[in-house]
């Protein structure tokens, strides 16, 4: 007898594999073979209808099939489509009562087998659950063994493979918080970041510098994209995609704001590695870290020295540079702001590059994947040609994070471009504010200005926190900071989680990270421009402020003096402090004694013509000189002056740079009338960045049977810039000149439409 029950149990678990593994193999033979036809595929798609009504035990259902293919392009009838149903659906139940019977007819006679008959009938009837449920167990079992085991030499394919599709999974989609429907893919949506610094080059793609440096600092403006290329190289790496760094690295992307500064080592710095990995799928990676750095095998990625406490930033740069000491094989980039980067790594990395603003063409390539989504009466062209006539919004658009606002913007709102950047803050702050829920169209419960005055708290609360991850406040300090401001907008405790959702779910400024335990701001420039608003009226606590930081609030007080009516006195003492801050602010400020005002321009201009290193100088009084009052007026007549001098081109090549960062189309008229001058080669340079705004000057000049000219036009590469070309293929003198660069220009558009952004 307890033989015959450990039979039963036996035949039932036999019995129940082999129905799961019949429904496995039955499902892989209903995928389409690549070799076969149109014909045979719709006719293996129709059977495999009447395959799985077999199973489910459902009726014949002829029409539903004819209705569904009635409409095909390879000459089936309905009745064939019938017939070949009908015929395939009664086979497979011929077979099945076959198995069922043959089943039944091996039972034991009497009373036992009606037992096993009942059980066997009661298995058939809960089939599916028993394959849902085995396929679990076997889900559950890998699971289990690849917990078990991950980490081993044997399993580190295993490893890679779920690190490589963990990565895919994470990056390959640019969420975007105020669009929740449409995130867009990385693959298109990335464009390749040019830099410049390196003393062989002027102007580099990224993946060429990693070609030949192993050790990199990229430092960029805040938005530039230092974090959005962490992550595409990521991803590249997981699509197999880095052929051209010969070691084949892997990388591991750790955000340093997320380090725990206490106690943090080299061996505590490895830990954390191995933990980046585990969240990434590939647990127990401790004996791959070790060997990898070791030997060479990872390529690690440090994005966001500026996001780590001032206070604690120099123990982590220290631990940093030991730990790059000790495993000096590795190949590494580190990410950080310009303006907070002190050239802290010079000894420990090859080269430092800055990332250079957006071109054009650039601009252009990254709204090629809004331009699908934007409604009739509006393009890119049209975009584009807004950005050129507001030179303070096109230095905005050279930013891939404020671009993404833009083209946001303009694609999904009647939002109007307005023409200073403290107006686009205010308006777009605004209007994301005042978003709805896209998903269920339904109304704000609370109003913008209320949700804006808790932004300007927390935004407040967190650059004053030098205790605290300047990015980061936990969900247990904004109830405390919210207990203070709601009793002030008329709201109840009540309102605290209601609020903040709706900022977060339809606004996106603010982002729930850790799984809501913490929140950050979506970009440190916003969490910035809603401190200056949460300062408005505190000029004296916000001058105390940028003394004790310059670096932590130099941003703040550039668009407080956008903010306030009269900057006079504060600009005044950030000049005492920091006169490029002060410059910066001269830019945005609405009201400025004239004195101190001229008193700075002065001193930057000598500046300007004395300092080998002008880039900073350059771009900031390059800001004020596009301002249309009066003061830009006399700066662009300053650069003018100093273009027209008789000698020194080291000066007429710093007006030249200066010129150009104004993306005034009045600049390059200016900077047109130096093209033929050979000590002046930095004219062309000037040129070619200021992109679709040059191109028609160009046409002009290459009429003048100018080859250069044709190859500036080529360097920008823009739409704008092939059009032009292809008119010199109808000129008899250029013709010849102009063909290889029209073939050259549009191979290279072509290429980039076509590829996804090689990194």
Not at 281 to 293: Q, S
Not at 535 to 552: C, H, P, Q, W, Y
Request: glycine residues 4%.
């Amino acid at each position: 007898m307890i033989k015959q029950k450990y039979l039963l149990r036996l035949f039932i678990l036999t019995l129940s594999l082999s129905i799961f593994l019949g429904s496995v193999s039955s499902s892989y033979s209903q995928n389409p073979s690549s070799n076969l036809s149109s014909k045979q595929m719709v006719i293996k798609e129709i059977k495999g209808y009447a395959q799985r009504h077999v199973d489910n035990n459902e009726n014949m259902k002829t029409e539903v099939i004819i209705e569904l293919y009635k409409d095909n392009t390879i000459g089936l009838t309905k009745v064939t489509i019938a017939e070949i149903y009908e015929t395939e659906y009664a086979r497979l139940k011929q077979v099945k009562n076959q198995d069922s019977n043959s089943i039944f007819s091996q039972l034991p006679k009497g009373l036992y087998g009606w037992i096993v008959a009942a059980v066997l009938f009661i298995l058939l009837i809960i089939r599916d659950l028993i394959k849902e449920l085995l396929k679990t167990s076997f889900k559950n079992i890998s699971n289990w063994v690849y917990q078990q085991f991950s980490g081993t030499a044997f399993f580190e394919d295993i490893n890679l493979k779920s690190y490589r599709q963990a990565l895919i999974k994470k990056y390959e989609k640019l969420k975007i918080i105020f669009r929740p429907n449409y995130p867009l893919d990385m693959r298109t949506v990335y464009v390749p970041l040019k830099v410049s610094g390196s003393k062989e080059y002027k102007s580099i793609e990224v993946d060429n510098a990693l070609k030949d440096y192993k050790r990199l600092v990229i430092k960029g403006a805040p938005g530039s994209g230092k974090s959005m290329f962490c992550r595409y190289f990521c991803l590249s790496y997981a699509e197999g995609k880095l052929n051209y760094l010969l070691d084949k690295p892997i990388p591991i992307l750790l955000e340093l704001h997320s380090l725990k500064h206490s106690n943090l080592t080299v061996e505590n710095l490895e830990k954390i590695l191995v933990k980046v990995c585990a969240l990434n799928d590939f647990p127990k990676a401790d004996r791959f870290i070790t060997e990898g750095l070791r030997k060479g095998r990872i390529f690690l990625l440090f994005d966001g020295l500026d996001e780590v406490n001032i206070s604690a930033r120099s123990s982590v740069i220290e631990v940093i540079k030991n730990f790059l000491d000790t495993y000096d094989k590795c190949r590494v980039i580190i990410t950080c702001r310009t303006a907070v980067y002190q050239n802290q790594f010079f000894d420990v990395v090859d080269q430092t590059l800055d990332i250079e603003e957006f071109r054009d063409k650039q601009i252009r390539d990254f709204l090629k994947e809004w331009k699908s989504q934007m409604s009739p009466g509006k393009s890119v062209e049209q975009l584009m040609e807004q950005l050129r006539k507001r030179p303070k919004i096109m230095e905005l658009a050279r930013n891939p994070l404020l671009l993404t606002m833009i083209a946001y913007l303009y694609t999904d709102t009647p939002f109007i471009l307005p023409h200073s950047r403290i107006e686009f803050y205010q308006k777009a702050t605004d209007t994301l504010l005042e978003l709805r829920d896209q998903i269920k169209n339904i109304r704000n419960e609370y109003e913008g200005k209320n949700k804006r005055r808790i932004l300007q708290s927390l935004a407040l609360y967190l650059s004053n926190s030098p205790q605290q991850d300047r990015r980061e406040i936990s969900y247990d300090i904004i109830i405390n900071k919210l207990k203070e401001v709601l009793p002030s907008l008329n709201l109840s405790p009540s309102d605290t989680n209601p609020i903040i959702k709706e900022i977060c779910d339809r606004s996106g400024l603010l982002l729930r990270i850790d799984g809501g335990e913490n929140y950050k701001f979506a970009h440190l420039s916003l969490q910035e421009y809603f401190a200056a608003e949460a300062l408005r009226g505190s000029e004296l606590e916000l001058i105390n402020k940028f003394k004790i930081d310059t670096v932590a609030w130099r941003e703040i007080v550039k668009l407080w003096c956008g903010l306030a009516t009269d900057s006079t006195n504060l600009i005044r003492e950030v000049y005492e402090k920091d006169p490029l801050a002060a410059l910066e602010c001269l830019a945005d400020a609405q009201l400025v004694d004239e004195t101190l005002a001229n008193k700075i321009i002065e001193h930057f201009k000598q500046e300007l013509l004395n300092q080998e290193d002008t880039e900073n100088i350059a771009k900031a009084l390059a800001a004020v000189a596009a301002d249309y009052r009066p003061r830009g007026e006399a700066l662009l007549q300053f650069l003018v002056d100093i273009m027209n001098e008789d000698d020194n081109s080291s000066h007429k090549q710093a007006a030249a740079k200066t010129l150009s960062y104004t993306n005034l189309p009045k600049a390059v008229y200016i900077l047109a009338e130096y093209y033929h001058q050979p000590h002046l080669l930095q004219v062309r340079q000037e040129l070619i960045r200021m992109g679709d705004l040059a191109v028609s000057t160009l046409e002009s000049i290459a009429m003048e049977n100018c080859v250069q000219a044709m190859d500036d036009l080529v360097a920008i590469g823009t739409p704008d810039a092939a059009d032009t070309l292809e008119k010199f293929l109808h000129n008899p003198q250029l013709k010849e000149e102009a063909a290889y660069r029209v073939a050259a220009v549009l191979d290279k558009l072509k290429e980039d439409e076509n590829s996804s952004g090689r990194l």
